[in-house]
């Protein structure tokens, strides 16, 4: 009894709801790799702005260490933070 269940032959509408699963398989496959594609475009875009605008501005800007008006009497020195690393 085992062996004619086994070797029966498939139904027609199990057949036809494979073949549809099997469609979306590959809609689903199609949509992701579209996605991996943008996302990895995306995410070049990023890094290439991000060099563009290091470039452009430095990498460490000094903001705030302009003296446009000199004291008078006080030298025009500006004093710049140093910091230690810690091993």
Do not use: C, H, W
Request: proline share 6%.
């Amino acid at each position: 009894m085992q062996d004619l269940y086994e070797i029966r032959p498939s139904r027609p509408e199990d057949l036809e709801m494979i073949s549809d699963l099997e469609e979306q398989i590959v809609v689903k496959d199609a949509f992701i790799k579209k996605q991996e594609d943008d996302m990895k475009f995306y995410k070049l875009e990023l890094i290439n702005r991000e060099q563009s605008y290091n470039q452009m501005f430095g990498t460490a800007p000094k903001i705030g260490m302009l003296d446009v008006v000199p004291q008078i009497g006080k030298p025009n020195i500006v004093k710049q933070s140093t910091k230690k690393l810690v091993s």
